[in-house]
């Protein structure tokens, strides 16, 4: 599904058809023991120039044994499991306010620690020491998202096909992921 009328008025002028929401909702298989899962996911670029946030990225999964609530948004990561009971796991992601000396104190604090792997990561590739692929289980990387992009091009396909159903085969995409990295460790 989509909404559209934004982005291609004023002062935008985005081509007809340019879309400003899309929701799409997804049908998942278990392989191996035929179970179904479903999922709805929603993007939106169009928001009041007032808005609290302008990044509402928010996730909830709900399973027969635990759920998953994130609010990436407001920093907000909420669990309970069956086993292990309800927990807040929200990590300080950045520390705003100076020490008592009035300088910055932020380093310890997770978003800067995830800016500053990334930064030492970059430099490792760059002076040759190390490879992208070294970074496969530890940070972001390209195979890492062939997945999510995957998934996103079927969206993109079913929207266009006035919600035809548009199958993704992740057995060949872990395959490949699993290919690269190997490759890339030799």
């Known amino acids: 599904m989509a909404s559209t009328g934004v982005a291609t008025s004023e002062p935008w002028k985005c081509a ?5 929401t899309i929701t799409l909702m997804v049908q998942w298989e278990n392989k191996s023991t035929g179970s179904l899962g479903s999922s709805v996911h929603t993007s939106s670029w169009a928001a ?12 909830f999964y709900l ?25 807040s796991v929200n990590p300080l992601f950045m520390k705003y306010t100076p020490d008592p000396k009035g300088f910055f104190a932020g380093q310890r604090a997770y978003g800067y620690m995830s800016i500053e792997a990334w930064v030492d990561s970059c430099l490792e590739v760059n002076s040759g020491r190390a490879q992208v692929a070294d970074f496969e289980e530890s940070m ?9 992009t995957a998934i996103l091009e079927a969206g993109r396909k079913s929207l266009d ?7 993704v ?18």
């Open 16 to 20: 007809e058809g340019t879309e400003d």
């Open 48 to 59: 009041p120039s007032k808005a609290e946030v302008h990044s509402q990225q928010r996730f």
């Open 63 to 87: 399973g027969h044994k635990g759920e998953i609530r994130i609010d990436q948004a407001h920093r907000g990561f909420e669990m309970s499991t069956d086993e292990g009971g309800y927990a």
């Open 140 to 148: 972001p990387t390209i195979a890492g998202t062939l997945l999510a």
């Open 161 to 167: 096909q006035e919600g035809t159903p548009v199958a």
């Open 169 to 186: 085969e992740t057995t060949a995409l872990a395959s490949a992921t699993k290919k690269r990295k190997f490759e890339g460790a030799t």
